[in-house]
C-alpha cells in the first residue's frame, strides 16, 4: 500500500528530529516492495506565523484532511508566543480531527539505563483525554493589574468525552490481555469534574469484568510511578493529569529524548497526528544533538496505527540495537553522536530486518 503523509516539521528541534524519522521510513520500503510512504511538507511554523499572522493557512484543516496520518515535529520559539504556537495549530488539528485519545508508551526499551536503580520493567500504555478537560480557552481575567486580580479558569468534563477514552482504554487493555486500567482522580478536592470522570469510568468498567479498575488521586500516583512503575499496564488520565504524568514516566524511561506519542482520532474519520512528546528545545536547537529516537519511535506508532505493526516492530527492535551497543547515542544518552548519525545508524539496522 502505498500512504501518504502530512509532515509539519515544526520550530527547533523539530525539523532535524523529523527529517531522521521520514528517513526510517523511506528506509522501511527496501524491506517491503508493497509498502510506499509519499511525504508532503508543510512549513506551518512560528516562522510562518511571522510571516502571514497566522500559524497555518485558513484553509489549513482542508489541506491536512485527506492524509493518512500527519507526522509532526514540534512548535516553539521565543518570537511568538506559546499560546499562538500551540492554540493556532495543535490544538485545531488535535480537537477539529477529534483526535481525543493521545496515547503515550512508558516503556522501557533494551539499553536504556533507568534513573531508578531496582532495574524492575517499566512497560505500559498511558491514554491521556486529548479534546476537553483542563485545556479549555473558557474563563477570563478580571481587574487586571489591580490588587484583587482574578483569573478563572474552566474544565470541561462530559460524560460522553470521558466515556470514550475509558472504552478505548479498556478495549486497548482486552486487546493487549493486560489485567487492569488504572484511572487518575482528584475527586476527593475536585468535585464536580472530577466526580463526573469517576462516574463516567467506573460505568464503562462494568462491561469489562475480566479487567480490573483502579483509581488512585493523581499525588499519590505520580509517587506511585516513582515507587512501582512496574505495576501499571494501562493508565487512564485527563489532559492536565496525563500530561504530567507522561512526562514523568517519560523520565523513568530515558527521557524526553526518547518518548513518543499518538494523537489518534479511533472512528478514523480524520487522519491521526504523531509527534514525540516534547518540545522545540531551544535550548539545544541548531546544535545537531538533539535525540531522533522519540520521533522515529513516533513514526513507528503511526505505522501500527496503520496497519503495518510488523513494520512498527522492525523500528522498535531496530532502536533497542542502536541503544543496547551503545555507541551512536545523542549526548541526553550519554553519547556524544549528532542526531543525524543517530538516524543514519537506525536506518543501518532497519535495513538488516
Ligand atoms: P522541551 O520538551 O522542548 O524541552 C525540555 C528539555 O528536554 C530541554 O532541556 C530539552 O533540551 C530537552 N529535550 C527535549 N527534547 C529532546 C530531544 N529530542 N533530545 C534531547 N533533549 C531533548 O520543553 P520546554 O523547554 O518546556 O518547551 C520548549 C518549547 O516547546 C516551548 O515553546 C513549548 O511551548 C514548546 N512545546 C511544544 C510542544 C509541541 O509542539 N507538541 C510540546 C511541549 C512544548
Ligand atoms: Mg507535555
Redesign the pocket.
Known sequence: DTYQIAVIP?DG?GPD?TNEAMKVLEALQELDDAFEVNFKLFDWRSEYYLQHGQMMPDNGLDQLREFDAILFG???DARVP?EIS?WQL?MPIRKQFQQYINMRPIKKLAGIDSPLKNGSPIDFMVFRENAEGEYSNIGGRLYQEQPQEMAIQNTVITRQGVERIAKYAFEYAKKNNKTKVTSATKSNAIIHSMKLWDEAIEKVAVDYEEIALESYFIDALAAYFVMRPESFEVVVASNLFGDILTDLGAALVGG??VSPSGNINPERNFPSMF??I???????AGKGI??PI?QIWSAALMLEHLGRPDLAAAIVSSIENVLQEGEVL?P?LGGNSTTSEVGDRIVEEVKKQ
Do not use: F, Q, Y
Open positions: 515544526g528541534i528530529v514540534a512548535v516553539g506559546d500551540i495543535i524526553l529524548g509527534e514525540a516534547h518540545g522545540s528545545a531551544p535550548d539545544i538533539a535525540n522519540a545523542t541526553d
